[in-house]
C-alpha cells in the first residue's frame, strides 16, 4: 500500500493568468458554495422531497502573506474593475498531489483586504465571488501513484 502524501506546496493557484506565490502561514485558500445544494421539504402528513438550487454561486478566499508580491497583481484587478468594471477573472486551483480541482470562469474580488500591521507578518485575504464554482472534491493520488510505479 502507498503512503498517501499532502505537499502545501503543490496546491496551484492561478488567477486570471497569474500563478500565485507568497501565501500567508496555515490555511491559506478556503472554497465553499453560498447555498446548499438541495433544501429539503417536509410536508404536513410527513411525505418528504427536495428542492435543486440553481444557485452555484461560491467564493474563494486566497490568503497572502503581507510581502507576497501577488498583492500587487490582485490589486491591479481591484482597481482597473472599479474604476471600469474589467476585473473578472478565471481561477483555478489544483491539488497536484491528489486529485481536487476547482474552476470559476467567472471571478471578481468583492473588496479589498483589511490591512493590519504588527510585530509579525499578516495575512492579507482577498474574497472572490464566483458565479459558477465547479469543483471536485478528491483525495490524494495513490491510487494514480500506484498505477504510474510511484511516478508523480
Not at 402528513?45 to 497572502?64: C, F, M, Q, V, Y
Not at 476547482?102 to 464566483?130: D, L, Q
Amino acid at each position: 500500500m502507498a503512503i498517501a502524501t499532502y505537499s502545501p506546496k503543490d496546491v496551484k493557484v492561478i488567477i486570471g493568468i497569474a500563478p500565485m506565490i507568497g501565501f500567508a502561514d496555515g490555511s491559506f485558500v478556503d472554497i465553499e458554495f453560498n447555498e446548499e445544494a438541495f433544501k429539503p421539504f417536509t410536508g404536513a402528513d410527513g411525505n418528504h422531497a427536495r428542492t435543486k438550487n440553481a444557485n452555484e454561486s461560491g467564493k474563494i478566499t486566497i490568503k497572502l502573506s503581507q510581502t507576497s508580491p501577488c498583492n500587487d497583481i490582485l490589486s491591479v484587478i481591484h482597481n482597473v474593475d472599479r474604476e471600469t468594471g474589467n476585473g473578472i477573472v478565471p481561477i483555478i486551483i489544483k491539488d497536484n498531489y491528489g486529485t481536487t480541482l476547482v474552476v470559476g470562469a467567472e471571478c471578481y474580488i468583492e473588496k479589498s483586504p483589511k490591512i493590519g500591521y504588527g510585530k509579525e507578518i499578516e495575512a492579507r485575504e482577498w474574497v472572490f465571488y464566483v458565479a459558477k464554482l465547479k469543483m471536485h472534491l478528491g483525495g490524494n493520488n495513490v491510487y494514480g501513484q500506484l498505477y504510474d510505479g510511484g511516478n508523480k
